[in-house]
């Protein structure tokens, strides 16, 4: 559906569009490209957090998982909002 709606985006606005930016610094380029560009920027800048949650999440169930066999009972791990 969202590949249908960005292919007909494309076809029906290919206008070319200069960004300018500090310095004298500009691009041209098609209105497409740029918003591809955007949303890639913004995909990665949303799955960073993500990725360093996770991370540490690893971190903490390897503790637990460590910690339990020397008789822990409680890790302090919190899991799908279950207490």
Known sequence: MFGVFGLTFAVK??????VSYYFNLA????LVLLLLGVLAVGVVAGLIPGV?????????LG????NNGEGATDTGIVIGGES
């Open 13 to 18: 606005n290919p206008h070319s569009v200069t």
């Open 27 to 30: 691009w041209e380029g098609p």
């Open 52 to 60: 360093i949650r996770v991370a540490s999440l690893r971190r903490q």
């Open 63 to 66: 503790k637990a998982r460590r």
